[in-house]
Structures are given as structure tokens and as C-alpha cells.
């Protein structure tokens, strides 16, 4: 892929944090009909947020009904001791956070032994240039756009530099990661995260609130 054509790659991940957990199967199936690329799906542990969310079987679940590759986000610590797992349980990508990972390149190297396209996320305070000597073995590169942990938060602006920044690193490396943005996105911002490089857009609470989710992906998609 060209970086031509990753900067006009336009992707929406729809998060299932913010489905009906009683209708999961009714909500993946809408995902599955509408132009949603990616199904995102958070695990966080209690310790490395502090909200708990998801596990195995969840994700097991969404892959059984889900035909949409399910884009997986460990917010957990010790990640590594569960990479094969949730490989396993039917993830096409592996996202890990910066923060989480002592040894990130190690990391890196199993997620893509096991099949996984490679993420790494960084949290607001975390500068991009941190990613520097890893991003050439990135395919994708998560910005947090919200402290991590829970839903609903409001989008911080520095977003927009950090997605900048990720961009001019990626260019100036090669590296062929996309750029993903989660946390607060909504068609306020949808438009000016892909204006400045944003490839990939996580949306939950702007899609699963929305009278039409589907109609909603679609806007955020061509925003």
C-alpha cells in the first residue's frame, strides 16, 4: 500500500462497548449490513483502566456472528499473556497499549506471529515520538483520543496534532501503519480527523445513540 493510498484510506470501527449488551447479536448484524469496515472491541482489565469490560467469551461471541474483522483493543496490563488467546478467540488485530508494554517490540513481533495485523496504542499524555524506533513494524498506529476506560468522554483537541505528528512519522519512516483515532468521535470531528490523516475512526456512544446507526456509520465514513 502506497502512502498515497493509506492517506485516503477512510475506515469506520464501531465500538461494541457501547451496543445493548442484552441484543449483542441483533447489534453486531446491524454492523454487518452497514458500511462499517472493522468491529472494535475494548478489553480492559480493572488495573490498567479502571473500568472492566469484556473477555474471551465476548469476543468469541462477536466472531461468531460478526463478518467484519473484529479490531481488537487490549487495555490491560501483561497483555502478552493473553495475545494467543484472543488471536484465538477470532481477532484480526491485536492493539496493545505503548504504556502497558515493557518490552513492545517482543510484543509486536507475537502479535504477528499469530496472524494479527500489529497496533500500538498511546494514551494523550503519551507523545508520538515515542513510536519511532517501532512504527516501521506498525500496521497500526491507535490514538487515544480520550484517557482510556470509559465511554462518552469528551474528545481532547490535541488529537489533531498528535495525528499530524503520527502522520509526518510515518512518511518520514515508510511505514505503512494506518492511523486510528478512539475516543469522542463524532461528525464534529470526523471530518477534520481524516483531513489530517486519521485513517481509521472508532466510534461508540455517536453510533449506538443515533436514532439510524447505520445512517450515522455512513456519515462518519464520507464525513
Same mark, same amino acid.
Given at each position: 500500500?502506497?502512502?498515497?493510498?493509506?492517506t485516503?484510506? =477512510? +475506515? *469506520?470501527s464501531?465500538?461494541? +462497548?457501547?451496543a445493548d449488551?442484552?441484543?449483542?447479536?441483533? %447489534?453486531?448484524? !446491524?454492523?454487518?449490513?452497514?458500511?462499517a469496515?472493522w *468491529?472494535h472491541v475494548d *478489553?480492559m482489565?480493572?488495573q490498567?483502566?479502571?473500568?472492566i469490560s469484556?473477555?474471551?467469551?465476548?469476543a468469541e461471541?462477536?466472531k &461468531?456472528? #460478526?463478518?467484519k474483522?473484529?479490531d481488537?483493543h @487490549?487495555m490491560?496490563v501483561? $497483555?502478552?499473556r493473553y +495475545?494467543?488467546r484472543?488471536? %484465538?478467540a477470532g481477532?484480526s488485530? @491485536?492493539?496493545v497499549?505503548?504504556?502497558?508494554?515493557?518490552?513492545?517490540h =517482543?510484543?509486536?513481533?507475537v502479535i504477528?506471529? /499469530?496472524?494479527?495485523?500489529?497496533?500500538?496504542a498511546i494514551?494523550?499524555h503519551?507523545?508520538v515520538?515515542?513510536?519511532? %524506533?517501532?512504527i516501521?513494524e +506498525?500496521d497500526?498506529? @491507535?490514538?487515544m483520543s480520550?484517557? $482510556?476506560g470509559?465511554g462518552?468522554?469528551k474528545?481532547i483537541e490535541n488529537?489533531?496534532?498528535k495525528v499530524a505528528d503520527?502522520?509526518?512519522?510515518?512518511e &518520514? =519512516?515508510?511505514s &505503512?501503519?494506518? *492511523?486510528?483515532i %478512539?475516543?469522542?468521535?463524532? !461528525?464534529?470531528?470526523a471530518?477534520? @480527523?481524516f483531513?489530517?490523516?486519521?485513517?481509521?475512526l472508532?466510534a461508540?456512544s455517536?453510533?449506538? #445513540? #443515533?436514532s439510524?446507526p447505520?445512517q !450515522?456509520i /455512513? /456519515?462518519?465514513?464520507?464525513?
Amino acid at each position: 500500500m502506497t502512502n498515497d493510498k493509506m492517506t485516503n484510506t =477512510r +475506515l *469506520i470501527s464501531p465500538s461494541i +462497548l457501547s451496543a445493548d449488551f442484552g441484543n449483542l447479536q441483533r %447489534d453486531i448484524e !446491524m454492523l454487518n449490513q452497514s458500511e462499517a469496515d472493522w *468491529i472494535h472491541v475494548d *478489553i480492559m482489565d480493572g488495573q490498567f483502566v479502571p473500568n472492566i469490560s469484556f473477555g474471551f467469551p465476548v469476543a468469541e461471541v462477536a466472531k &461468531k456472528h #460478526a463478518t467484519k474483522p473484529l479490531d481488537v483493543h @487490549l487495555m490491560i496490563v501483561e $497483555p502478552d499473556r493473553y +495475545l494467543k488467546r484472543f488471536a %484465538d478467540a477470532g481477532a484480526s488485530g @491485536l492493539t496493545v497499549q505503548l504504556e502497558a508494554c515493557p518490552n513492545l517490540h =517482543r510484543t509486536v513481533q507475537v502479535i504477528k506471529e /499469530s496472524g494479527c495485523r500489529a497496533g500500538v496504542a498511546i494514551n494523550p499524555h503519551s507523545p508520538v515520538s515515542l513510536l519511532e %524506533d517501532i512504527i516501521t513494524e +506498525l500496521d497500526l498506529v @491507535l490514538v487515544m483520543s480520550v484517557n $482510556p476506560g470509559f465511554g462518552g468522554q469528551k474528545f481532547i483537541e490535541n488529537t489533531y496534532k498528535k495525528v499530524a505528528d503520527a502522520r509526518n512519522l510515518i512518511e &518520514k =519512516r515508510n511505514s &505503512k501503519a494506518l *492511523i486510528e483515532i %478512539d475516543g469522542g468521535v463524532d !461528525m464534529n470531528n470526523a471530518g477534520k @480527523l481524516f483531513s489530517a490523516g486519521a485513517n481509521v475512526l472508532v466510534a461508540g456512544s455517536s453510533v449506538f #445513540a #443515533a436514532s439510524s446507526p447505520s445512517q !450515522m456509520i /455512513s /456519515s462518519l465514513k464520507h464525513a
